[in-house]
């Protein structure tokens, strides 16, 4: 059903295409997990509810599966003060309900037993992301694809209620975590903390569309994701078909990728987006298998666009996010280069595109060291959010409110 509901923000007024075209994401929050109000202390699980107040605007849902109640209630407390955090930093009108399991990633995982439970940045340590996006039309007349819990900030229409999160995510018990209060960080533990910052930040809408969607172990093309008429969860499902098939309706992007530009030209990545859907505009119905839809794709123009972005996407200090303040003053069809020290640069250092890092992060050598350093891929163990603040220049005043930097500060602001 077409829906035509205004909703405003500061810097857009986006409108909603469909209320039902809405994206679930990789994984879907467990539904078996038992929620009760205060803390509620089990073996081997903790599940617990917090309230949100004037100060903590997110509820979480908590299961942390350990034996260990002590460990439990550090995880606990840590992930209400990552909401109070948040809460002082953000301007927010609608709490945000948050769904986190904490368990050890190993325990009945075979993944374990292979390279990828060596991957430094994903599977290891832990993630979180929306659980929903809307369609919604922008300010500038393009679809775009909005997490949940910044779509409820325009319009309380947006939100579902508590049975349907806003954010989903899960922590490694594995690793050898620090909390505060703890003796002096050791070199193989990681402040809990700030991972569970770095991962809300994700899930609150700093993530980019632009991926390799092709089911081919080698891809040599990125585009925003591909959307389709019957099924909108076919990319995200787990081992899906390729050969299903399928109408094919064009490339979303997410609201993130809306102030996304390229550092040498100023141009607006949005303009590449728009000309890749181009290919849908012929006037041709485009129906078949994923494969069809390939086959189609790589004979035709916007082929080597995608080809583009992949190299773009692969070469350092390329793309970097513009805030409100620049784009007010910018003509987005003329612009020159930005100067890049105005820019969030992201991560295109990785001379392979990598889906889960490329682009979804800042760059790590330019904000180490920095007031940005938040959202760089890597975490480090033996490095604290408290110690990254003042190697960062005490932003702002030395209080862990100060990690989140002021450029990621503007992103937030940009995009709500």
């Not at 903390?193 to 632009?210: I, N, P, R, Y």
């Amino acid at each position: 059903m077409i829906q035509n509901v205004v909703v405003k923000t500061n810097c857009d007024s986006p409108n909603l295409v469909d209320q039902d075209l809405v994206k679930r994401l990789f994984r879907k929050p467990s539904t078996g997990t038992k929620t009760t109000r205060g803390a509620h202390l089990t073996k081997p699980t903790t599940t617990n509810i917090l309230e949100n107040n004037r100060e903590n605007f997110f509820i979480f849902s908590i299961s942390c599966q350990s034996d260990d109640s002590k460990l439990c209630g550090k995880v606990i407390e840590t992930i209400q003060e990552a909401g109070n955090i948040l809460s002082s930093v953000l301007v927010l009108k609608t709490p945000i309900f948050v769904n986190l399991s904490i368990y050890d990633f190993c325990a009945d995982d075979p993944l374990c037993n292979g390279d990828y439970a060596f991957d430094p940045v994903f599977y290891l340590k832990g993630y979180a992301q929306p659980t929903l996006l809307y369609l919604l039309r922008d300010d500038d007349g393009v679809e775009r694809l909005y997490p949940q819990s910044l779509a409820k900030q325009f319009n309380s229409s947006f939100n579902p209620g508590i049975n349907s999160p806003d954010i989903y995510g899960e922590f490694n018990l594995a690793l050898n975590y620090w909390f505060k209060n703890d003796p002096p960080i050791e070199n193989n533990q990681y402040d809990f903390l700030g991972l569970v910052l770095h991962e809300m930040c994700h899930g609150l809408g700093f993530q980019t569309s632009w991926s390799t969607w092709s089911p081919d172990d080698s891809p040599q093309y990125i585009t925003p994701m591909l959307m389709t008429v019957e099924d909108y969860e076919y990319l995200w499902e787990d081992n899906y078909d390729p050969n299903k098939q399928v109408t094919w309706i064009g490339f979303r992007e997410y609201i993130f990728d809306k102030y996304l530009v390229f550092t040498k030209s100023g141009q607006y990545v949005s303009n590449k987006t728009a000309a890749l859907n181009e290919f849908f505009n012929n006037g041709d119905v485009i129906k078949g298998s994923y494969y069809d839809f390939q086959q189609k794709f790589i004979s035709s123009p916007q082929y080597a666009i995608a080809k583009e972005m992949m190299n773009i996407s692969t070469q350092p200090q390329t793309l970097g996010l513009v805030n409100w303040n620049l784009t007010s003053y910018h003509n987005t069809s003329t612009q020159g280069p930005f100067n890049i020290s105005d820019l969030f640069v992201v991560d295109t250092t990785s001379s392979v595109f990598d889906p889960y890092n490329s682009i979804n992060h800042v760059d790590y050598t330019i904000y180490t060291n920095t007031s940005d350093f938040l959202m760089r891929f890597q975490i480090l163990p033996g490095e604290t959010v408290k110690g990254d603040i003042k190697l960062g220049g005490k932003f702002p005043k030395g209080q862990l409110t100060g990690a989140i930097g002021p450029k990621l500060r503007r992103f937030f602001e940009t995009i709500g």
